[in-house]
């Protein structure tokens, strides 16, 4: 899903028998158009369900935590998942370089 200057885009994602991805859409789609995979999202009384939750929920807990926020760092890493994540990096770079609240 997605928009360009031609409107509104939801495609499809396709493999050729030499694994490249294409796009199945009507159009053609202007080249750095941001396409994103369309929300699988459920809801009912009891429990919300769809992908990436624990991303969305640890974001908005974040951001909430910022609105009150006086004398702290909020930092967004990434690669958790794959190779090992970047929070090490960014402890020591905190660490060695923000001086904040140290005297």
Known sequence: MG???????????????ENHAFYKFGRTIERGTSLTYKINFHESKDYIESAYLDNRLGIYSALKVAETLKDGI???????????GAVGYLADYIYKNIKYGRH
Do not use: R
């Open 3 to 17: 928009q360009d200057a031609f409107g509104p885009i939801e495609c499809e994602l396709e493999f050729d028998k």
């Open 74 to 84: 909020l930092v967004f890493g990434c690669w958790e998942e794959h190779g090992g």
